[in-house]
């Protein structure tokens, strides 16, 4: 899944800011933008936006690449990071080319951050939602507006081989004239004043934290209408049976029903089975049956406790999202290898910004706890005397999440060469996030132990960047080792029957096809490139689970199973390590949490 498309799925929980600054978009002079996007009749007319072409030609031209991100309701542009703007569509169903370029035109003059300006390129993210023929009828509305010499319009796909070149000549332009950077940069350059700081406090061994100044917690976004997209300002209204889906008023729900009914069953049963197993009920003094930590308010959370922007962290909010996946895990790397940590092994763990009580790197469970024993957070937060306040659980949610998988998935294949040894070979596919987090994956070595793992994370989003050592890293703790290679590419037979491995990896030399393949918050069949690959695993008869962020998901994918012959032989279950953030909706109540519910393909014994 591309992690720019994957930020447009998680903008609208910042919808309450988002909103707030869409009217700076439309207060241009001469033109009455300040009604409601969604309201077709009120939109900008073909009169008011020849006023717009020609004031936007007026907007100071710099080398930035602006990319622009277009989903099922919205359209967002960012440059450098910065997010510059963002719209809703009019009427249900995906932005239209007119809404693309009005948007595109609109930011060039009023956007969020900075002052006007326009770029050298616009370069589409990939979408889901977009047609080539849709990104050429925008190419040429905006070449009409500039011509094509002033103005290229391309796809971030197209464009990677050129990064390089066009990035180099963006720095220099900003080196030349620091005002033309976009607030991301700025940003960015206090962040390596911060990152220095950070190496020298750790090689002092003095935590990873910074004092940051605290923010207010938000309170609870407006809610929106399913149907007609309207923000909800009264009383809100909702499916009386299933109470999952939110409307404004009668007609929306009615206009909705004929679509709604085929799924409002299996919405009531997942809002049921929040009640009933007590879904929120987990053991964090910020998330438990009383009082639950929700995503629009979890970079003030990480704020207050002094860890946005520190080490494993950093994945937590969009402030490095310029950086592809597995950069980070790089970054980390390059700062434990400073100059000041050589063997410094309690400042090099410093730099992770994780508490003392998991110092080192891959520690020992406490004396006295077995791997046999630790079933949900409460038993692995006491097995290392962690306070239940501590936020480590935002980032253990994916190694600890693989950790249960095999647990519960995977067979014990003992090694033909070192007796008493288990082996283990997953692979990982469409990896994003947990790229970035591999230095904590060395916690599930106690909680396999005798036990050599290679774990192969795979995905065409994970950085082309990465330097040759950033592409693989080994681990060994508690009489285990664990091997993690990252590849860019998608799925294919080389991968599932390990020569392409070994060829890469002398440390991954004989490795075998997967014990177990695991595809994280998947989404599976929203993307084309998943049904071959999914395919070619079915065919093999490998064990595949997967975990999805909402039930729903998990079931949906169950019925497409069944289109195309197949089934899903493991009944929706609730991860008990499922990320303790609540994946609130504008509009719609279901529950979800990030790698909250797992299902699976295959034989399992």
Not at 27 to 50: Q, T, V, W
Not at 62 to 73: E, Y
Not at 169 to 195: F, G, H, W
């Amino acid at each position: 899944m591309s992690h720019m498309v994957v930020l447009l799925f998680l903008l609208p929980a910042l919808v309450w800011w988002v909103q707030g600054q869409v009217a700076s978009i439309r207060n241009i002079k001469k033109i009455n933008l300040d009604a409601p996007i969604e309201d077709d009749a009120s939109a900008p007319s073909d009169a008011e936006f020849e006023i717009v072409k020609k004031k936007v030609l007026e907007s100071p031209k710099n080398l930035a690449i602006w990319q622009i991100g277009v989903s099922k309701n919205a359209v967002a542009i960012s440059e450098e990071a910065s997010l510059l703007g963002f719209n809703f569509a009019r009427i249900q169903g995906s932005p239209s080319v007119k809404e693309i370029t009005e948007t595109i035109l609109l930011v060039m003059l009023k956007p969020f951050e900075g002052l006007a300006r326009r770029p050298s390129i616009i370069a589409f993210l990939p979408s889901v939602v977009l047609s080539d023929a849709q990104i050429k009828e925008v190419a040429d509305s905006l070449h009409a507006v500039f011509g094509k010499d002033d103005l290229r319009v391309t796809t971030m796909t197209d464009l990677e081989s050129e990064l390089p070149d066009l990035i180099e000549k963006r720095t220099q332009e900003i080196a030349k004239n620091p005002q033309l950077a976009a607030p991301s940069v700025v940003q960015a350059t206090a962040q390596a004043k911060a990152v220095a700081t950070a190496t020298a406090n750790a090689a002092a061994g003095i935590p990873n934290k910074a004092n940051q100044q605290k923010l207010p917690m938000n309170p609870t976004p407006s809610r929106g209408c399913f149907v007609c997209k309207k923000d909800i300002e009264a009383k809100t209204k909702q499916c009386s049976a299933c109470k999952s889906v939110i409307y404004c008023s009668a007609e929306c729900a009615t206009k909705d029903w004929p679509t709604h009914k085929v799924m409002c069953g299996i919405y009531k049963q997942n809002m049921q089975r929040l009640a009933d197993e007590n879904l929120h009920g987990l053991p964090f003094d910020f998330y438990n049956a009383k009082k639950q930590l929700e995503n629009f308010n979890q970079v003030p959370f990480l704020v207050e406790k002094d860890l946005h922007n520190v080490g494993v962290y950093r994945r937590l909010c969009q402030c490095f999202q310029q950086l592809q996946w597995g950069e980070l895990t790089g970054e980390l790397a390059v700062q434990m290898a400073a100059e000041g940590l050589e063997g410094n092994e309690l400042g090099q763990f410093n730099c992770t910004g994780l508490p003392k009580e998991l110092f080192p790197l891959g520690k020992a469970l406490n004396a006295g706890v077995t791997p046999e024993s630790i079933e949900s957070w409460e038993d692995w937060y006491k097995a290392y005397g962690l306070d239940m306040s501590s936020p480590v659980a935002l980032v253990f949610e994916m190694p600890l999440t693989v950790w249960y998988l095999i647990k519960k998935y995977a067979p014990t294949r003992m090694s033909m060469v070192r007796l008493c040894r288990r082996q283990l070979t997953i692979h990982m596919l469409g990896t994003e996030r947990e790229a970035d987090l591999i230095h904590i994956f060395s916690y599930i070595l106690p909680l396999l132990p005798d036990t050599d793992i290679i774990i192969h994370m795979v995905g065409p989003t994970i950085s082309k960047r990465l330097r040759e050592d950033h592409q693989s890293y080994s681990f060994k703790a508690q009489n285990s080792t664990l091997t993690v290679t990252l590849t860019s590419a998608e799925y294919s037979l080389v991968h599932y029957d390990a020569s392409y491995f070994g060829a890469q990896n002398k440390k991954t030399q004989g490795a075998t096809p997967p014990d177990l393949v695991i595809i994280l918050n998947g989404g599976v069949f929203q993307y084309q490139t998943f049904a071959p690959t999914i395919k070619l695993l079915m065919d093999k008869g490998a064990r595949i689970v997967f975990t999805e962020p909402i039930e729903t998901s998990a079931v949906v994918m169950g019925k497409q199973f069944e289109s195309m012959k197949w089934t899903l032989s493991l009944p929706v279950a609730v991860n008990p390590f499922r990320q303790p953030v609540f994946q609130w909706k504008k509009e719609v109540n279901l529950p979800g949490w990030s790698n909250g519910f797992i299902t699976g393909a295959g034989k399992f014994d």
